[in-house]
């Protein structure tokens, strides 16, 4: 994923912009930087890998090095950070937060047509955000050239710049699957994506963009560039997985709307005849599946506890290596238990999402070696089918690394993802065989996975305003 926050202020504001942008580092785990525009020094920069250290570690010292009353900040799981560009529309930093799907084609049609060209790392990998830059510059101004860039491109972009002369220009990608938000205090407004990031640098809520929105933001105001546009598409893992609990979406909290979809869950399990005779425990696989855990808790009636917890103060996620062995192993070693809320215990997890199943398979085992009488297990969301193709969320590179997709294949070959609707509803019966399937492969005792129906009604918006392309794959 990834994220960017920026403040555009009369008097210095590189500490709160510091702080605002580390406050998004639960969304990217591989570059941070920051951008400063002040009157005597100009437009400055710092980029640094955070991939073994967090994004406060390594700018400590920026505020002997940068100063500024406009600057922005990213957080990114992909390209660094802001890119400083100099081109018709002058110099400026700019921030993209999303995924190009028709890169290639969009070089391929700029190099022809503009004879341009772009720096290129190892294996000739290039940095999206140049490429956005490069079809914003076609342009005769920074709203011109953000709508001709959001037409072109086949995916999500939401971009924030930085210009020569310090004013903040912002946009929320075109079909508004991630949020921007403005907050507002006495001496100037940010731009964030997470509402608790300026909240707690004591700015208020202002404006929530709409989709495809373009925005001029200085320390005097926000001026209105493009209008949004009249259809949106945000996305619903937002609530479910990586939106921190404390933000809200659209005017809903995510916690509450964990709670609930838990609570939900319950409801379905009560339906479907699972009764809190057979647990002693509902959990939650930690940290973003405990809320859901404890709507389920509050629901059921049966207790809630921590079988195990998560040594986060050097291990704090489980995706940061780029090999998957090596994420097993930190996953592994994160998870410390509780021995006394195990052994000879009935325990239901709630988990906010089954995606590879990878890490479940490691934690059931290590439930089972502390003791464990039975583990049952939930999602917080209905099976994943299929790959994001709008957001860089997930490391998944093809659909058949989903379990959901896997085990299908296992069951009925390619046959079977003529029916992927059936195996999504527990009530069919592929739905059950599939669930039965990943039981016997990860030694649950029971799988069920929460309905779309139940998400959408969780999160409170209107199903036609959601992407759930992952869970039924349409647009």
Known sequence: ???????????????????????????????????????????????HNIGNAPFRTKFEHIFEEMRGKTVIGCISDSDPQPLMIKSRLGVYAICMVGVIQNSEKLVSEYLNEAGGHFCVSTGAAYNATELVAAL???????AEGIKFAQDRIDGTASILILTGDGRLITARDKMGRL????????????????????????????????PGEVCEVTSKG????????????????????????????????????????????????????FTKLDLDYVAGVPDSGTPHAIGYANRSGVSFARPYIKY??????????????????I???????????IKDKR???????????????????????????????????PPI????????????????????????????????????????????????????????????DSLEFQSLDNVVKAIGVDKCKLCTYCWNGKE
């Not at 580092?25 to 400055?44: C, F, I, N, V």
């Not at 990031?197 to 963009?209: G, N, S």
């Not at 996953?331 to 809320?341: D, G, N, R, S, Y």
């Not at 959901?404 to 509803?425: M, Q």
Request: glycine share 8%; proline share 3%; aromatic share 12%.
């Open 1 to 47: 994923m990834g994220a960017f926050f920026g403040i555009a202020s009369t008097k210095d504001c590189l500490s709160d912009a510091f702080f605002g942008t580390d406050y998004h580092s639960h969304l990217g785990t591989k570059s941070g930087g920051l951008a400063a525009y002040d009157p005597e020094l100009g437009l400055q920069r710092k980029i």
């Open 385 to 444: 089918m299929f790959g994001c193709k709008f957001l860089n969320f997930s490391r998944s590179t093809s659909d058949m690394e989903l379990i959901a997709r896997r085990t299908i294949f296992e069951l009925e070959g390619e046959e079977g993802f003529k029916h992927l609707e059936e195996y999504s509803d527990s009530n069919t019966e592929r739905g059950k065989a599939m669930r039965k399937a990943i039981c016997d492969k990860f030694h649950f």
């Open 179 to 210: 949020p921007v938000l403005i907050g507002k205090r006495d001496d100037g407004y940010c731009v964030s994506f997470e509402s608790h990031a300026y909240q707690k640098l004591d700015f208020e809520d202002f404006l929530e963009l709409g």
């Open 331 to 341: 996953a592994k070693m994160k998870q410390i238990p509780v021995k006394e809320l």
């Open 136 to 142: 914003i510059d076609r342009k005769n101004s920074f």
């Open 312 to 329: 986060t103060p050097t291990w704090s996620r489980s995706f940061m290596p780029p090999v998957q062995s090596d994420r097993d192993r």
């Open 347 to 381: 325990l239901l997890f709630v988990d906010d999402s089954i995606v590879r199943g990878t890490q479940l398979k490691e934690t059931v085992e290590f439930l089972r070696s502390n003791g464990a009488k039975a583990v049952h297990m939930r999602s917080a969301c």
């Open 222 to 273: 926000v001026k209105q560039l493009c209008p949004p546009g009249k259809e949106m598409r945000v996305c619903a893992f937002l609530w479910t997985y990586y939106g921190y609990p404390t933000s809200n979406y659209e005017g809903r909290n995510v916690e509450q709307m964990r709670m609930e979809d838990g609570r939900l869950l319950a409801e379905q399990d009560e339906k479907n005849g």
